[in-house]
């Protein structure tokens, strides 16, 4: 793969590290319990955070921070470079001992990714890129499938959404399965193991900057439904539907549920 350059050289140590903490904090026995706004955390998850802050920030202070464990300072709007990170997304499986889980980081210009890590600890998996540079998992280049058509695919995402009565046209035959981390999910449909993936649901900055990049630079396309962009670190960083895949599945699945409106 190309020579790092020293913040992705940077970002991807402390992702690793921060991986190499949450399986510490498994192997000791897991601390749980709920937000205010009902999800789950763990001590590692706070643990991880304080982490990737200390070296991330320590190098880099005058980049803007985001974090899903850490209160929102909007002085990032005014910084020039972001740091992103979910220092365990998937907390539910990580509770529940299944290796659906990873520490993500992502480092944003100009409302873009330009660097991304995620990292699956529990399979040693570790997924990045930098902008123009390609896609990697564990030092090996990775592209999307090519994989055209709906019917047949192998999707990521819940089994229940697409059975909803709610869609316009029934969902064809596919392949189905679920991972709880989001970064995770994309992640593997950049390294081909799946075509797609669909959220119809509100998501955040930290689920998906380090995953757009590296899905874009394996080939593949991840906006959101209906075909907008992903911009990031503006003041409310949350997103209300993600899709990834290949050039031409992207574009059947675009035609398919690009004009759907979604409650507010």
């Not at 392949?175 to 669909?198: C, K, P, T, W």
Request: proline letters at 5%.
């Amino acid at each position: 793969m190309p020579e790092a350059s020293a913040h992705h050289q940077l970002l991807r140590e402390a992702v690793r590290e921060g991986g190499a903490l949450a399986l510490e904090h498994a192997r000791k026995g897991i601390l749980a319990w709920r937000k205010d706004d009902d999800t789950p955390v763990t001590e590692a998850d706070l643990a991880v955070d304080h982490l990737l802050k200390q070296r991330l920030q320590a190098a880099e202070p005058d980049y803007g921070w985001l974090s899903e464990e850490t209160e929102d300072d909007e002085t990032r709007l005014q910084t020039e470079r972001q740091w992103l990170v979910d220092p365990i997304d998937g907390t539910r499986a990580y509770i529940k001992g299944r290796p659906h889980y990873a520490v993500v980081g992502a480092l944003i210009e100009d409302g873009r990714p330009i660097s991304g890590v995620i990292y699956n600890p529990a399979t040693d998996q570790l997924f990045e890129a930098e902008a123009g540079k390609g896609a990697f998992l564990n030092g090996a280049r990775i592209h999307v499938t090519t994989q055209e058509a709906v019917e047949g695919c192998r999707m990521l995402g819940a089994s229940d959404m697409f059975r909803h009565p709610a869609w316009p046209q029934k969902w064809p035959e596919m392949h189905v399965e679920q991972r709880n981390s989001i970064a995770y999910r994309a992640a593997l449909v950049a390294a081909g193991e799946f075509d797609a993936m669909l959220v119809m649901n509100w998501k955040n900055d930290w689920d998906l900057a380090a995953a757009d990049l590296i899905v874009h630079e394996a080939g593949g396309q991840m906006t959101t439904h209906t075909g907008d962009a992903l911009r990031y670190n503006a003041r409310d960083p949350r997103h209300r539907s993600v899709v990834a895949a290949g050039p031409e599945l992207y574009k059947a699945l675009n035609a398919r549920i690009g004009q759907i409106v979604l409650p507010g």
